[in-house]
């Protein structure tokens, strides 16, 4: 079966703008979470979504926000941009929450400039 | 946020074991040990899992000590696609929460 996809792969955007990047799951699959990664932070977790509720949260300041519909697709926005959220953006999906295995997408790549 | 101690990186050759441990001494009774690894510019992959006995898959094992204060993953005939960081993870609730991995070089 198709695995977790996102779009876009890449992407640049200039200081101050927002953005939104997609991620839809395996089939079947009812939970997306989201992670940045960067050199110098490593992987980091943004949140957790469950049938279309937020289940877990972040360290990360409210100018990232997500959500997910009833499908399962996913959506993560940030606004306001800054050069230090040039990331891979990486979505994951499980059939639930806790102690699923997660199924990692290939990532957005997000340029700041 | 509870974190695990790897070695930064670690060599292999080429159709031996490879063994990577993992230290997570203040582990509790609910988490679970987790093991990723991450192949250059990919998404993290899922390896295996456990929690207080040893488990294997097609993949590999995983050796969890006694006292659950550290586990080792063992690739039992590493190949060069098996050179990735790998990621122990202590795990009990949704989320995962990475460290900063072991870089794994397979040299032939």
């Known amino acids: 079966k198709a695995g977790v996809t996102q779009t876009p792969r890449y992407l640049i955007k200039t200081r101050g703008q927002q953005v939104t990047l997609s991620c839809s799951p395996i089939s079947g699959h009812r939970s997306v979470s989201w992670y940045q990664q960067t050199p110098g932070q490593g992987l980091q977790f943004l949140f957790e979504?469950?049938?279309?509720?937020?289940?877990n949260k972040g360290n990360f300041p409210g100018r990232f926000s997500g959500r997910q519909f009833s499908n399962s697709r996913s959506e993560m926005n940030v606004s306001t941009l800054e050069l230090g959220d040039s990331a891979l953006y990486l979505c994951?999906?499980?059939?639930?929450?806790?102690?699923?295995?997660?199924?990692f997408g290939p990532g957005t790549r997000l340029t700041v400039l | 946020d509870a974190k695990t101690t790897q070695p930064p990186s670690m060599d292999c050759a080429e159709g031996r074991a490879a063994n990577l441990p993992c230290n997570h001494s203040t582990i509790s009774g609910n988490e679970y040990v987790y093991w990723y690894r991450q192949i250059h510019s990919q998404g993290p992959q899922y390896i295996i899992h456990?929690?207080?006995n040893n488990e294997t898959n097609e993949m590999a094992s995983l050796i969890i000590t006694e006292d659950r204060k550290s586990s080792t993953l063992i690739l039992p005939h590493a190949t060069l696609r098996d050179t990735a960081v790998y990621y122990c993870?202590?795990?009990?609730?949704?989320?995962?929460?990475f460290g900063q991995g072991t870089t794994l070089q397979v040299k032939p």
């Open positions: 994951a999906s499980s059939l639930a929450v806790n102690y699923n295995e997660q199924f």
């Open positions: 979504y469950f049938s279309e509720t937020q289940r």
């Open positions: 993870i202590r795990r009990n609730t949704g989320k995962l929460i």
């Open positions: 456990g929690l207080k």
